[in-house]
């Protein structure tokens, strides 16, 4: 008789050898080997069963006789006279009559000490299996043996195809990488610290603001490094939902936890030979830590759902705005795990304190949203070089992005007659309500010593709000506009704004607005 599998691709060949080998041994007119999937036994494979078989789905409470069989914890023999109702009456390939009597017997197939399904063999006569009943338990762990190299073929397979669809991912998302800009002192410093470091396989640890550029010193720290062939992998620990976290940093086996529907390799093993960089280090949940200290003292990973130590070479960066020395101290953070990612601390000075290069760095955003706006010859006017100048910048250089970017956007809709566009000190402050830039300086450039205005002209610097408000103010109002616009889906504002949809709802929750609340402003 012919095998069917309900699965084609390579286990069906593993799984039609095991029918064959079973029957055999077993002298048994049909074998069915079946899947539990939930509740339900799913037909994988059947020999002697007519085609139908395998279309079939045997909810385990409805089937008294395969819930007996599964329950049993080294498999049973039926009596022939057996009450309960045979699952495959009717079944029998060239025999469509209902049996009245037959030999029956089955044993639970475990794999990794859960259950992965069951093994049922039928005969047509009474007392066929009297002399292999006892060879049950073998025939079992001959099955289960078979099914577990099945089962380990088809992860190495699906982990390879995630793998390569996550490094296109990785590689189609990838943009140049942009510069660690400026002349100051202090990033002159930083860049001869990072490129002291770089040549080491020492971890370190990159402590900052937000939005001082944590990632750019990651980035150089791997193109500087002896791995720079090799892939950087970066992670933002603090998009992770910490059920997930385990999973996406270690991989996990196919049916780990629900919803593993297929095995995959974790962040660690695709940056095997190369650099991890962990951001928003300080984010990750206490389980999650010890398991990367486990990593970091030996190299070793081992994915959730699976006994298997895999080894990796890899090179970790962390960052964090976080003080994880006064984390460790409430309890929060491991200390082991901060003295093993601060082995070598780097940081990176807040945008206040690099004088001028506020400038180029604004000047550098300018050309990026010139081409991207399709505009040409964008350039900041003498009144809003010194406005940038005197501020405090607590987003750092990601709040000058952002402003710079909507400046460069308003002074597009208004293009000059000359050669020159010139972005202005009000396309800088938008068009809030009574929203100005606030001087956070001394009227004095700190490079250069040449006088700044105290305030716009025209503007009444006491009552202005600061950059902060004024940015939030715009942050708020754009984000409840994109929420109108999406019936409050928060995952497609997001995309529109082009955030990730964790970043983009602390943000708004920041902010004072919720899911589904529409332009409300909370």
């Known amino acids: 008789m012919e095998t069917r599998l309900h699965d084609a691709g390579e286990e069906a060949g593993h799984y039609a050898a095991l029918l064959d080998a079973v029957q055999a041994m077993a002298g048994a007119d049909a074998v069915a080997l079946l899947r539990l999937d939930g509740e339900v036994l799913v037909p994988v494979a059947v020999r002697g069963l007519s085609e139908e078989a395998l279309g079939r789905r045997f909810p385990v409470s409805a089937h008294p006789r395969l819930a007996l069989l599964l329950r049993s914890p080294q498999g049973q023999r039926l009596p022939a006279d057996c009450a309960l109702p045979d699952p495959y009456d009717g079944l029998v390939a ?55 190299s099945a089962q380990a073929l088809r992860e190495l397979a699906e982990s390879a195809a995630h793998e390569h669809e996550l490094v296109r991912e990785l590689q189609a998302g990838a943009r140049a990488p942009r510069e660690l800009l400026g002349r100051s002192a202090a990033m002159q410093r930083l860049r001869r610290e990072i490129d002291t470091v770089a040549a080491t396989d020492l971890t370190v640890l990159v402590l900052g603001e937000t939005g001082v550029g ?208 010139a972005v202005e000190p009000r396309h800088l402050l938008g068009e809030a309500a009574g929203a100005a830039l606030s001087p956070a300086r001394a009227p004095a450039d700190a490079v250069s010593g040449a006088a700044v205005p105290d305030a716009l002209p025209g503007r009444d610097a006491a009552a202005a709000p600061t950059l902060r408000e004024a940015t939030d103010a715009f942050q708020r109002r754009w984000i409840a506009e994109a929420l109108a616009r999406h019936g409050g889906s928060m995952a497609a ?30």
Not at 108 to 118: E, S
Not at 495 to 522: K, Q, S
């Open 94 to 148: 060239h025999q469509p009559e209902i049996l009245p009597v037959h030999d029956c017997m089955g044993a639970p197939l475990r794999l990794h000490g859960w259950t992965w399904g069951l093994l049922t063999l039928d005969a047509l006569q009474p007392g066929r299996f009297d002399a292999v009943q006892a060879q049950l338990p073998a025939l079992a762990q001959l099955v289960e043996q078979g099914v577990a």
């Open 214 to 421: 944590k990632e750019l010193v990651a980035q150089r720290l791997h193109a500087q490094s002896l791995r720079r062939e090799r892939p950087l992998v970066q992670v933002n620990c603090a998009a992770l939902p910490e059920t997930l976290a385990d999973s996406e940093l270690f991989g996990h086996r196919r049916g780990a936890f629900t919803g593993a529907t297929q095995a995959r390799a974790g962040r660690f093993q695709l940056a095997d030979g190369g650099t991890l960089f962990l951001d928003e280090v300080g984010e990750l949940a206490p389980a999650v830590q010890a398991k990367l200290l486990r990593v970091l003292q030996a190299g070793e990973v081992q994915r959730p759902g699976s006994d298997a130590v895999v080894h990796v070479d890899v090179r970790v960066i962390a960052a964090t705005n976080r003080d994880l020395a006064a984390e460790v101290a409430a309890g929060r953070f491991r200390a082991d795990l901060y003295h093993r990612l601060a082995v070598y601390p780097l940081h990176v000075p807040p945008l206040r304190e690099r004088g001028r290069d506020v400038l180029a760095l604004a000047e550098g955003f300018l050309e990026e949203n010139q081409h991207r706006l399709g505009a040409r010859n964008l350039r900041l006017s003498p009144a809003s070089k010194a406005l940038l100048l005197q501020q405090a910048w607590p987003g750092n250089v990601r709040e000058l992005e952002h402003l710079v970017s909507r400046a460069a956007l308003r002074a597009r809709m208004e293009p000059g007659k000359g050669r020159w566009i």
């Open 493 to 522: 504002a997001a995309r529109e704004a082009g955030m990730d949809r964790a970043n983009f709802h602390r943000l708004a929750r920041r902010l004072g607005l919720r899911p589904g609340r529409g332009a409300a402003l909370g």
